[in-house]
């Protein structure tokens, strides 16, 4: 048995065929070019859906936002600068306790997906290789 393997590896009589390398590059570019497809419609397809999920997103913060009277006390800041400067850290309490967290964190976190999204979907690498 050893004999037959050791007359295996010594032999010089196996020659490829004089195609096999470009063969073989082009079903390595066939599957880049597949990957690259596939990449590029997936990161198209969610940038689409996370425009349109932005804008009910946008539009559920600022109802949040007007509900929440943020506006009235932001207000007091370019009005009457002295209530504020007496009781600054009583009113930065009340402004932090009205702004609305949840819906400014699912803005920026949609925000985020569609910058990903586009990452993704522009950011595919070319492939070249380099034949003889």
């Given amino acids: ?17 004089a195609n096999l390398e470009t063969e073989v590059f082009e079903k390595i570019e066939g599957v880049l070019e597949k990957e690259n497809r596939r ?6 397809s969610f940038f689409f859906i996370f425009v ?20 009235n006390y932001s207000s007091l ?12 850290r009583e009113f930065i309490l009340s402004i932090t306790d009205l702004i609305p967290f949840i819906p400014i964190t699912i803005v920026l976190s949609v ?3 569609l910058l990903l999204s586009i ?8 492939h070249f290789l380099y034949k003889n």
Avoid: W
Wanted: glycine share 6%; proline share 5%; aromatic share 10%.
């Fill in 1 to 17: 048995m050893t004999h037959d393997t050791e007359s295996l590896m010594i032999s010089k009589d196996i020659v490829p065929p």
């Fill in 39 to 44: 990449k590029k419609v997936f990161g198209f």
């Fill in 52 to 71: 349109c999920a932005l804008i009910p997103v946008i539009i559920y913060m600022i109802v949040e936002l007007q509900q929440s009277g943020l506006y």
């Fill in 77 to 88: 800041l370019f009005s009457d600068t002295g209530i504020i400067a007496g009781n600054a």
């Fill in 111 to 113: 925000i985020f997906l």
């Fill in 119 to 126: 990452k993704y979907a522009v950011n595919v690498r070319e």
